[in-house]
């Protein structure tokens, strides 16, 4: 398992599915790029993720505290759909400075919306590191956390919001990250199965992720 310093240079991200988030309205390569990397054991999901910028002593940070409105800030969102049936998700924001955001969403049928669940907290590790252009980002989830587990397909989606200059992408091409429709379906590799039908990513080696995009 990586140390959850920041620092991305544990061997077992060499390992790892990777993915550049691309502009959420065109699907287009971003000005200033994300890439993120993505790996599991039998205890956690684990994301790098390496996200380029002009100047990142101007990033945005003006949250400090758990579940305030991080997502105004520059930051990353993870989003877990863990049974891939668009009826309820998990939604987890962290900024530069390691502040976190995070709740779960259940779809209620007689209001026709998704019910927000404020005390959904897991126990998820996070850390920044900062060079001058660059911001490096680790992340480690409790799969007991997102209920999900090797083998089985599920949905996930990754947004950056950028708003230093007013950018943002995503895992998929999506007009918003909250848009189950448009997920990409991840699994984690188990030995010698066939997990996902032409999927971007691909190998056969246990506790690598595999991704498939929905596109609009």
């Not at 390496?50 to 997502?71: E, F, G, H, N, Y």
């Not at 998820?124 to 680790?138: A, G, I, Y």
């Not at 918003?176 to 991840?186: D, G, K, L, W, Y």
Request: charged residues 25%; proline residues 5%; neutral net charge.
């Amino acid at each position: 398992a990586p140390t959850i310093d920041g620092n991305l240079d544990d061997p077992v991200w060499k390992q790892a599915a990777q993915v550049t988030l691309v502009k959420t309205n065109t699907g287009e390569t971003p000005k200033e790029a994300t890439k993120v990397k993505l790996i599991a054991d039998t205890q956690h999901l684990y994301v790098g993720a390496v996200l380029d910028d002009a100047d990142t002593s101007q990033l945005i940070t003006r949250q400090s505290k758990r579940d305030m409105q991080i997502w105004q800030d520059d930051c990353l969102e993870l989003f877990v759909d863990a049974n891939l049936d668009a009826k309820s998700y998990s939604h987890m924001i962290t900024n530069a400075i390691n502040a976190a955001q995070d709740y779960r969403y259940q779809f209620d049928q007689t209001a026709e919306t998704y019910i927000l669940d404020r005390k959904w907290n897991p126990d998820w590790q996070r850390k920044s590191r900062l060079t001058p252009q660059k911001w490096f980002l680790e992340i480690a989830v409790p799969l007991s956390d997102l209920a999900i587990r090797p083998g089985t397909p599920f949905g996930l989606q990754i947004g950056r919001e950028n708003h230093s200059i007013k950018e943002y992408s995503a895992l998929t091409k999506t007009r918003r990250f909250t848009n189950i429709a448009n997920f990409a379906v991840a699994v984690i590799g188990t030995s010698g199965k066939l997990l996902a039908e032409t999927p971007t990513l691909s190998t056969q080696a246990p506790g690598k992720m595999f991704l498939k995009g929905h596109l609009d």
